[in-house]
């Protein structure tokens, strides 16, 4: 029988095994990492520079009048999810061709993912006789070339079997393919079926509600609130699925197949069928997409980190201040080169070490090797208009009159997560949303009060990263119960 009273006989200090084979692999691993992450090749670093290289700004068509054309540079919205038709050319198909996945993604920012260009179908003749898109007409979608390098991807999709079906769904796979084939055309259908017919061959404008039909499986592009987890967060799956109320069921196996049925136009479709267009509203919102990825000058290089730091969210510019100002130990507002260029890759931009150098140059107006980072920051900073700036005053009368005084306690007490339009949404938990807004104050002075201008100033670099007034409205309407 093992005695087990007995004493140990090593001490807890003392080295058993080949320990010091260990030891070296230990250091080999801290150089190899440290090699890489000065390099840039850390696997998180990788990620970000694949997801950054996705996340660039693109360019939106100003229209000239109310009709969608061929060449518009456009983004279809479903009405389901509120979520932007995206590519995540990071996750490829495992099939013969080149293929990508493609979901709906909670952004309304025109990025080289989210922007698509209405091209016609040239294998057939344009009956029209000119360049806008008609009710019926055979086109395709074609996905930003730069996302691929130029290459020509198309929007895909196949009738549905047990090996080629959408991943979570099983529905209708649908993806972005490099293949010129008639799966790859669609045709557009009025959202309304009491004059979906009559609508057949009329020109199509801008504002119109419309149904996406593949023109081989006949059934409608679809996206629908089944969480699809990717590199760029929780997105929605999308699939070809007809979504009908079933108020007449009589030809229903005849309607799955694809044909056209005497009880289609009683029919009205849901929400997962039905999509928008999103143009620029604007004339600056249209531009010329090649210098984006010309980085021979600071112009072409700041609206790069402007993208990226606009595709982080909300409180991107935020974040990023922050950074900066944890590294500011002496509260002069000033960092150095080597601090300039860590804020920046902690944040996760995606630079190289020559453009992150001529960048601070250009900031280094003393040639001291030193910058004011708020002069850095304000480059980014865009003027609130009044009537943005009107809400963000009524938001911070509404908490000092419900509290008494605005702190990050009041705040925390009084702010309405539950209805905050990423929460409604299903894009984060309440806790998400939460600890989001606490993490960008000074947490260590809970009881601090917040004067307006700090306040202002807060919600300024929110402002800076909406482009629509109706997000930034909503944003403090259902955050501050306004």
């Not at 059934?219 to 999308?238: C, P």
């Not at 700036?389 to 007490?413: H, N, P, W």
């Not at 919600?459 to 629509?468: G, L």
Request: hydrophobic residues 35%; neutral net charge; glycine residues 4%.
């Amino acid at each position: 029988m093992h005695n087990y009273n007995v004493d140990h006989k090593y001490k807890f200090q003392t080295r058993i095994g080949n320990w010091f084979e260990e030891w070296e692999l230990d250091e080999t691993k801290k150089k190899d990492y440290l090699k890489n992450r000065q390099n840039g090749q850390l696997a998180s670093i990788v990620k970000d520079q694949k997801t950054n290289f996705s996340l660039r700004l693109a360019s939106l068509t100003y229209p000239k009048d109310e009709y969608i054309h061929f060449g518009f540079h456009i983004m279809l919205q479903n009405l389901k999810t509120q979520g932007c038709l995206s590519i995540d050319i990071q996750e490829k198909l495992k099939i013969n061709e080149e293929a990508y996945n493609v979901t709906t993604a909670p952004t309304t920012q025109p990025t080289v993912r989210s922007v698509f260009v209405v091209v016609p179908y040239t294998k057939e003749p344009n009956f029209f006789g000119d360049d806008i898109l008609h009710y019926g007409q055979h086109f395709r979608i074609l996905a930003n070339p730069r996302i691929s390098n130029n290459k020509t991807f198309y929007l895909h999709s196949l009738p549905q079997t047990p090996t080629r079906c959408a991943k979570i769904s099983r529905k209708q796979e649908v993806c972005a393919i490099e293949s010129d084939v008639f799966n790859t055309v669609w045709k557009l259908e009025h959202s309304d079926p009491k004059i979906r017919f009559e609508m057949e061959g009329l020109p199509i404008r801008i504002d119109d509600v419309v149904l996406v039909k593949h023109s081989f499986t006949q059934h409608w592009l679809a996206s629908d609130d089944i969480v699809y987890q990717n590199d760029f967060g929780r997105e929605r799956e999308v699939f070809v699925h007809s979504y009908q109320c079933l108020n007449k069921t009589q030809n229903l196996i005849a309607e799955k197949e694809g044909r056209t049925t005497i009880d289609i136009p009683l029919r009205n479709q849901e929400p997962q069928n039905l999509w928008k267009f999103i143009v620029a509203t604007k004339q600056n919102e249209q531009f010329d997409e090649s210098v984006m990825d010309d980085n021979r000058n600071v112009k072409n290089l700041m609206i790069r980190v402007k993208q990226q730091i606009t595709g982080k969210g909300s409180y991107g510019l935020r974040g990023l201040a922050k950074i900066f100002f944890e590294m500011d130990q002496n509260n002069n507002g000033v960092v150095e080169y080597d601090d300039f260029k860590w804020g920046l890759r902690n944040f996760g931009l995606n630079l190289s070490e020559d453009e992150t150098k001529m960048i601070f140059q250009t900031f280094d107006k003393n040639n001291n090797g030193k910058i004011e980072f708020n002069e850095f920051l304000d480059a980014f900073r865009l003027q609130m208009s009044d009537k943005r700036l009107y809400f963000v005053q009524r938001a911070y009368a509404s908490i000092e009159q419900r509290a008494g005084k605005v702190t990050l306690d009041t705040m925390g007490r009084t702010i309405n997560v539950k209805e905050h339009p990423d929460v409604l949404k299903g894009y984060k938990t309440e806790r998400q949303v939460f600890q989001e807004f606490v993490s960008h104050w000074n947490k260590a002075q809970p009881d601090k009060v917040i004067q307006f201008q700090e306040f202002g100033e807060f919600y300024q670099d929110v402002s800076s990263a909406i482009q629509q007034d109706e997000t930034f409205e909503a944003i403090l309407k259902k955050s501050w119960n306004l």
